[in-house]
Nanobody
């Protein structure tokens, strides 16, 4: 059973930074495309950023380009999302999800992934 556990969320002021972590257990991470998603109350789920199994390909939502950066270390079974220049509209529950044999655009913009974590709250407010 694949499990994903997120950490790193919290309260930050506008313009600040946070680094989210997603630790995967139950299977080797190198088999999976992984994505970060967010959902705010009353809003649709949004694919924030996705990374291919090898790390060679990435995808970013337009609203995060230049501010967010996704990375992974398959030996550590961990995927990170570095978030800089945070804005109040970035506030949401962020969760990571993993799936096999998915392209990054399909992962971020397509059907829900097979495995996902419980999420971590990110609040951007002064």
């Amino acid at each position: 059973q694949v499990q994903l556990v997120e950490s790193g969320g919290g309260l930050v002021q506008p313009g600040g930074s946070l680094r989210l972590s997603c630790v995967v257990s139950g299977n080797t991470l190198r088999l999976y495309t992984v994505g970060w998603f967010r959902q705010a109350p009353g809003k649709a789920r949004e694919g924030v950023s996705c990374i291919s199994a090898s790390g060679a390909y990435t995808y970013y939502a337009d609203s995060t380009v230049g501010r967010f950066s996704i990375s992974r270390d398959n030996d550590k079974n961990t995927v990170w999302l570095q978030m800089n220049s945070l804005k109040p509209e970035d506030s949401a529950v962020y969760y990571c999800a993993a799936d096999m044999s998915r392209g990054v655009q399909s992962m971020c913009g397509g059907v829900t992934a097979t495995h996902r974590g419980q999420g971590t709250q990110v609040t951007v407010s002064s």
